[in-house]
Each structure stands twice: as C-alpha cells, then as structure tokens.
C-alpha cells in the first residue's frame, strides 16, 4: 500500500523556518517525482516544489525561490522541505504527493498519482 506522510507543520513567526518531513512507503523510491503543493484558504492548491530522487533535480515555484529547499533521503525514502524566511503568505496546508516518472527532472505536469494528508503551516505576522 503506497502511503505518504507530511509532517513538521506548525505557528511560526514572519522570518522564522519550518521543516517539512514526507515519509514515503510502497513504492519504489526511485521511480517517482515527489512534489509538495499547499493550499491557503479560500485559494486553489498549487504546487510549490519537486524533487526527482534518482537524479535530484528539483523545481521550485517562484514564490519561494531562494527561501525553500526540497531535498530527498534515498535510504530513508523521504523527502524534505526547509522554508525559510517564512511569510504571512505562506500559511497553507502543505502536502506531500508522489507521481511516477522516468524523465529528467520533474514532470511537467501536476498530476499525482498518490497523496498524503497535509501538514498545516502558519506564518504569523
């Protein structure tokens, strides 16, 4: 059974960094882009960043270009997302998803194969 799991929300002041932890189980590692989305309320999901395990290429959305960081743990089957320099407009529920994909880089689209439940982050002011 393909689980993904999204932890390391939380309240955060403006200028402060979360850690966002997605733990992976079922499939293979390898074979998949990971990309984590958000969405704030009242607004449509999108997706923020992704990471391609095998190779390590990532994508990041403009938004948070240059304050967030994905990584991946290959052994660990996990992938990760640093924030920081965290604002107000980043409050959202972040979530975790995994599509499969043998291309370079991350896929083009933002279909997703399979979801795990968010995480919530809040960035006071």
């Known amino acids: 059974e393909v689980q993904l799991q999204a932890s390391g929300g939380g309240l955060v002041q403006a200028g402060g960094s979360l850690r966002l932890s997605c733990a992976a189980s079922g499939f293979t590692f390898d074979d998949y882009a990971i990309r984590w989305f958000r969405q704030a309320p009242g607004k449509e999901r999108e997706g923020v960043s992704c990471?391609?395990?095998?190779?390590?290429?990532?994508y990041y959305k403009d938004p948070v270009k240059g304050r967030f960081a994905i990584s991946a743990d290959n052994a660990k089957s996990a992938v990760y997302l640093q924030m920081n320099s965290l604002k107000p407009e980043d409050t959202a529920v972040y979530y975790c998803?995994?599509?499969?994909?043998?291309?370079?880089?991350?896929?083009?689209?933002?279909?997703?194969?399979?979801w795990g439940k968010g995480t919530l982050v809040t960035v006071s002011s």
């Open positions: 990471i391609t395990p095998y190779d390590g290429a990532t």
């Open positions: 998803a995994a599509t499969e994909w043998y291309g370079r880089g991350c896929p083009p689209g933002l279909h997703m194969d399979h």
